[in-house]
């Protein structure tokens, strides 16, 4: 990575964690890229809000050609990678007439981000690649949404780009807006469950498993990127500790 280079590329930049890391990102100087889908229903209200934000705005389709030409010439040094879908989105699409296939977790969390991370060996192959996993993603894994994880992972480090992958538990936040029911309250009870393991010595289980915030999270993966420690490593729940502020919590959600 250039150290010279501060400019940043923000592929899922509407969701929860992406809005935080875009945030981060500006707080610490850099030449911010907040990638929309240029599909999104509310492509305007968010082209306003990151600009006000003083980050700039790119809708590059999703297709191989036209991310690796923007990439040319943006020529990121960081590149993060914090997209995703849901179930209930699928759902949606699929009751509003739209193919549920293109909102699978094959298709998005792993699809999209595979394309991004051969656009970005193509057309920067000296940035940081920055990809949000889950804690739980292996190779034997039976769910679909750790499976697309770790395949995507895979993708990463068969890539030869610099990488980082962040491995976090639940991602809470009380300004979270969608609806996540499972992540809400399995956030709230495992943490439960944590601070009762630790007072009786389980301290370390208590680190790896315990829900993290938006905001502290998007700090904690600005740090690694900027860690040369953690070019082609892994970081997990316990290693997420920025050294910077907190940020607010952002107020949108995806």
Known sequence: ??????????????GYTGQNIVRAL??????????????????????????????????????????????????????????????SRARKRKKGGGDPLEETYQAIDYGLTRMLIQATRE???????????????????????????????????????????VRPAFISGADRQEFRPLERVGSVVFDGLLALLGLLGGRGVRQRYRSIRGPDLAEAMVDLALDPHWDGKIAEREQL??????LPASRNNR
Not at 45 to 59: K, L, P
Not at 145 to 155: D, I, N, P, T, V
Not at 241 to 246: G, K, L, M
């Open 1 to 14: 990575m250039d150290e010279g280079n501060k400019i940043a590329f923000v592929a899922g930049a509407t």
């Open 26 to 87: 500006r707080r610490r100087g850099f030449d911010t890229i907040a990638h929309i889908r240029p599909d999104s229903s509310r492509l305007e209200s968010w082209r306003e809000e990151f600009i006000a934000g003083q980050a700039r705005v790119d809708t590059t389709p999703w297709d191989v050609d036209s991310l690796q030409e923007t990439l040319r010439r943006e020529a990121p040094a960081l590149v993060f990678s914090v997209l995703g879908t849901t179930r």
């Open 123 to 165: 057309a920067q192959p000296s940035a940081r690649f920055v990809y949000l996993s889950a804690l739980g993603a292996a190779a034997n894994t039976r769910t679909a949404y750790m499976r697309a994880r770790w395949q995507s992972e895979e993708a990463l480090r068969e890539s030869g780009l610099s990488y980082t992958i």
């Open 241 to 246: 500790v920025s050294t910077a502020p907190s």
